[in-house]
């Protein structure tokens, strides 16, 4: 009997197995759905706003805008169901960047002409493709090193791709050192260094003490074709900051080895539009090697540079037209010759494998030239600061009967063109008086907010910082003996101040933050929002889309600063659990000056936040 009752026994207790083995399987395969691909992330957002959240842009019927009456917490008479958590998005998520997603451009089967660099450029998800998930980091993900060792050396889990290294293996882009990749600073065009280069370019031209800066002079410089950013890394000691520029091509990850790096950096292209930073920007321009064809659609590439170069800018081009005799070089250079003779820029210098042209000072030249000669002047109605979707056009930007006579940009050297009144001021009407009292409000308010963050960090916590919505620059002025440098972000509907900001010697972007930003997840120590939130709100954008975009730019352990009305800091508050985020410090700012009026300053700490598949291989 005992036999019969253990072997009862036995199949009841194989029977439970199996039946608890198939509720397991299926609730994997459940939370498979769920979690383990985009377009169930993308169900998820659908069942959070009904529950109230308006993390998808509203109902369907309102064109993705919610009733401002709902919006951030204004309609007291509902409670909105909060999520205690947010979904995390599927590991190959781990590098998202929404707005460049090769993903999404199959998904949505857009016709672009890739000839053109159209699948380069910016195409964002309509509310309902948005991922709406946390973006996890990736496996044995740790802190990153600190400035300035961080230009050297990054930790290869934070970006696990090496095919550059072996790719790039004979120019000294990268070597893979065990755990580390080091970068020894080389290029596709300087294998022997970057600062060998560099020097180069200041003896060309006979520079001042051959230094790069010219006593101050060059300040900002864009290098389009960037490569991992060795070239603007090298500058940054001679107090030149770059824009390094490069699309997420078939060299993938290189603006994300950047940012990792510590050294400012974008996603862009010269495709079809133009890039989002206002004429006469830049003092040099920069291509080593960037596998751009100036030559098409009647130099339009060449075009916009020109736009974007300050009088009297240089392009230096370091690219074998420009020294090779093959037939297809020499055809090239010579096409390229005649095309920016016509554009008026001279030769500055040629030697060895580089030649550096010059822009003119003034309008003489274009005024010289028989009438019908190609590219053609810009209508006279067409505003050379307009740029965020603005198609570009194969024509040349005259100067002003102001910037003519000047016969140059009138800026002081750096630094103190820092903290001088810039001449474009004038163009929104403000004073003198108006810049030095903004400049002063914000020394004394980032004051205060480091005072307030002085418990949690050290002199090289921060390197990557941006203000997001940066007016005249004066937040990132006030940093400047710090070391960081701030990608000054400024709206694409408010006042173009960002001229005023590259006049300062600072860079940034305009952007539009109903939309994901151009950059890889976790990129940025500190965002500062002055009044981003109500911004958005005006707009009827989701405030919930913008804490997710936030979180993905931010890195783990780094710091948001929001300075904006209670209502707005109450909204956010009720998130801080489902993002991982922990309130550091808050304070009403009223009695700070007169122009605060009720904005109240809270500040937040991202934690490290580990999937189950992290931890594991961390360990």
């Known amino acids: 009997m005992r036999g019969r009752s253990d072997g009862g026994q036995k199949k009841r207790l194989i029977t439970s197995v199996i039946i608890v083995a198939i509720f397991f399987g299926f609730l994997y395969a459940y939370r498979g759905s769920i979690f383990g691909s985009s377009n169930n992330a993308m169900e998820y957002g659908k069942s959070l706003r009904k529950l109230g959240s308006s993390y998808l842009g509203g109902d369907e019927d309102t064109d993705g805008k919610q009733d401002e009456s709902s919006q951030f917490g204004h309609d007291e008479g509902e409670d909105d169901v909060v999520p205690k958590s947010f979904p995390v998005c599927d590991d190959r998520h781990s590098e998202l960047i929404p707005c460049l997603s090769r993903d999404l451009i199959y998904q949505m089967r857009l016709k672009l002409d890739l000839s053109l660099m159209e699948h380069y450029e910016r195409h964002c998800p309509p509310p309902e493709r948005k991922y709406n998930c946390l973006i996890p980091p990736p496996h044995g993900y740790k802190i990153p090193i600190k400035w300035p060792k961080s230009r050297d050396e990054v930790w290869k889990a934070n970006i696990p791709h090496t095919h550059l290294a072996h790719e790039k293996s004979d120019q000294n882009w990268m070597v893979v050192k065990g755990e580390k990749i080091v970068f020894p600073g080389g290029g596709t065009h300087f294998h022997y260094g970057a600062d060998k280069y560099i020097a180069s370019i200041a003896n060309m031209l006979n520079f001042t003490n051959n230094k790069i800066n010219n006593g101050g002079r060059l300040r900002t410089v864009l290098d389009v074709g960037c490569g991992v950013a060795s070239f603007g890394a090298y500058l940054l000691s001679s107090d030149v900051i770059t824009m390094s520029l490069a699309p997420n091509d078939v060299h993938q990850n290189q603006i994300q080895f950047a940012l990792e790096r510590g050294i400012p950096a974008y996603l862009g292209v010269l495709g079809t539009k133009r890039l989002p930073y206002p004429s006469r920007s830049f003092e040099l321009a920069h291509c080593s090697r960037c596998r751009i064809d100036w030559l098409q659609r009647d130099g339009i590439l060449l075009l916009e540079l020109d736009r974007l170069l300050k009088p009297g800018g240089y392009f230096a081009y370091s690219s074998p037209e420009a020294y090779a005799q093959d037939e297809e070089d020499l055809r ?104 030095e009292k903004d400049t002063e409000y914000w020394r004394r308010r980032v004051e205060s907010y480091f005072n307030l963050l002085s418990t949690k960090i050290q002199s090289d916590t921060l390197r990557n910082v941006m203000d997001m919505k940066a007016n005249l620059g004066s937040f990132a002025a006030a940093l400047k003996d710090k070391d960081v440098w701030v990608m000054n972000v400024v709206s694409e509907d408010g006042p173009n101040t960002l001229k005023v900001i590259y006049d300062r010697g600072l860079i940034g972007s305009t952007h539009n933050w109903c939309q994901a930003f151009s950059t890889y997840p976790r990129t940025y120590d500190l965002l500062h929002a002055w009044t981003v939130f109500s911004d958005i709100e005006k707009k009827g954008c989701s405030g919930e889309d913008l804490l997710l975009e936030m979180d993905r730019m931010l890195r783990p352990s780094g710091f948001i600063i929001i300075r904006d009305k209670q209502h707005v800091i109450d909204f956010v508050k009720k998130y801080l659990t489902a993002l991982h985020w922990e309130a550091v410090a808050g304070v009403d700012a009223i009695s700070d000056s007169e122009q605060d009026g009720d904005e109240v300053v809270f500040i937040i700490q991202k934690k490290l936040w580990l999937t189950s598949e992290s931890r594991r291989d961390t360990k």
Request: hydrophobic content about 35%.
């Open 332 to 435: 090239i250079w010579k096409q390229m010759s005649a095309l920016v003779e016509r554009m008026c820029w001279r030769i500055a210098s040629k030697k060895n494998q580089t030649v550096i042209w010059q822009k003119p000072l003034t309008n003489d030249c274009y005024q010289e030239r028989e009438p019908g000669t190609l590219p053609p002047l810009c209508r006279s109605d067409d505003d050379p600061d307009a740029v965020w979707g603005v198609p570009m056009e194969a024509c040349i930007t005259p100067y002003s009967d102001h910037d003519h006579k000047a016969k140059g940009s009138e800026l002081a050297p750096w630094p103190a063109r820092l903290t001088a009144p810039p001449p474009r001021l004038a163009d929104f009407g403000y004073s003198s008086e108006m810049f």
